[in-house]
């Protein structure tokens, strides 16, 4: 089954939830109910990466993030720390971290790979061509699913070179980084290529504006067909902003390319709404599995009659 990757965002800016789990008790207890609805892994994050965002320095992410760490550790969960600072992973995972999660896959922070690599955790490496702050400037791909895998495998090799074997490695093609619109649609299509290259997969679609073109653009496409009754369809209607859409809508369209990545065969996915992924992928893996409804109640009467599942 997928892992479903539960975001807990301790910052004042994040593009979705931003400063609703500032506080570390707040931080800890949002945490802890995404575990109970389902995610096997916990990944916090002290520094947002939305487009535009200004950097935060170590020893304030560390401020933020670690009382975080050590209170999900404490409880039982497992911890990834979403970092670009070498420093912050190395203090994350001696609080019980076992995943640094780098969006810029190692290459923000020289001292990321060797220092991931003498703690023996696992270390996500997303695809990344530079800071939030311009990374659409070098949206530019000649074969986008060509270049990407080139360079996750190119970020593979450097970990090696570091001491991190591949089975310590997990590999994201950066959905929303780096990317427009289409092109994080042409990343999707090239999950089979980066599975191939060995690693793990996570993949991060959650409430990310690329999903919230597309709402958008079937919301105004109905909305101008269905007009006045007997007029035409309007191509001059006001179109949708997208800034308005709640997270409900973007949570199901999360959950829809969860679902497709995951039958991609990635190994996890990172989502905001953990509930909603984990119903999708159940429903998904039903259908995959091919049990027919008629079986399940069976077996649920079954298990009645024999007082319970053992």
Known sequence: ??????????????????????????AIAH????RAAGAGVLDVGGESTRPGAEPVDAALEQERILPVVAGLVAAGAVVSIDTMHASTALAAVAAGAS?????????????????????GADIVLQHWRGPSTDMYARAGYADLAAELTGEL?????????AGISPDRVI?????????????????????????????????????????????????????????A???????????????????????LATAVTSVLAAQAGVWAVRVHDVAATRDSLAVAH???????AETTDARARTADARGGMR
């Open 153 to 161: 495998e190119a970020r593979l090799r450097a970990a090696a070179t």
């Open 31 to 34: 945490g802890l109910a995404l």
């Open 286 to 292: 039903a259908w995959n599995a091919g049990v027919p």
């Open 99 to 119: 995943i640094v999660n780098d969006v810029s896959g190692g290459l923000a922070d020289p001292d990321m790979l060797p220092a991931v690599a003498s703690t």
């Open 229 to 251: 009754p007997g007029d035409a369809p309007s191509a001059d209607a006001a179109p949708v902003d997208a800034a308005r859409l709640d997270a409900a809508r973007l949570d």
């Open 171 to 227: 590999l994201d093609p950066g959905i929303g980084f780096g990317k427009r619109g289409a092109q994080n649609w042409q990343a999707l299509r090239a999950l089979d290529r980066v599975i191939a290259l060995g690693p793990r997969v996570l993949v991060g679609t959650s409430r990310k504006r690329f999903l919230a073109e597309v709402l958008t653009d079937a919301e105004a496409t109905a909305t101008a067909a269905a007009g």
């Open 1 to 26: 089954m997928t892992v479903i990757m539960g975001i807990v965002n301790v910052t004042p800016d994040s593009f979705s939830d931003g400063g609703r789990y500032l506080d570390s008790d707040a």
